[in-house]
């Protein structure tokens, strides 16, 4: 019992030490190809170049490459990699994934799989993507919760 309570306690505290980090993002589509495998199925893969900005003040470029499957008009899967230059030249590197959704829209998990010097310890953060399109642009929002300790290798 006074396990189960010190557990509780320990993730209640830990919850309250995290931090929303949230990432509003918007890119062009580019280099799009197109396989019309059959009547009803197709493969994607296309790149974004984009800017962003965070609530913590940082902005930057970000450069992603995305492969998907699509079946009777719907995303069966959808992956990608995503590689965020920061102002100061820091980076992040991503993989993001999506199943069975709407091709002009559509939420996405997202891990942080690479970084550079001060942002290593970001490295294994999951995140939430919500992106929507509109011809060839791409808009969307990335949240991930941070503890305070990483919060702050992003805060200015």
Do not use: H, W
């Amino acid at each position: 019992m006074k396990f189960l309570i010190a557990l509780i306690l320990c993730i209640g505290f830990n919850t309250a030490k995290s931090e929303d980090y949230i990432i509003q993002f918007q890119a062009k589509v580019k280099n799009l190809k197109e396989f019309n495998i059959s009547k009803s199925e197709k493969f994607r893969s296309y790149e974004l170049e984009g800017t962003f900005t965070d609530n913590f003040g940082n902005y930057g470029k970000s450069s992603t490459v995305i492969v998907s499957d699509i079946i009777n008009g719907k995303i069966l899967r959808l992956e990608g990699t995503n590689e965020t230059i920061y102002s100061n030249n820091e980076k992040i590197f991503s993989k993001a994934f999506r199943e069975k959704s709407d091709i002009d829209a559509g939420i996405a998990d997202m891990k942080i799989v690479g970084a550079t010097n001060k942002l290593k310890p970001l490295i294994g953060t999951s995140c939430i993507i919500s992106v929507r399109y509109f011809e060839d642009a791409i808009f969307g929002i990335q949240k991930c919760k941070l503890s305070q300790k990483k919060s702050k290798l992003l805060k200015k």
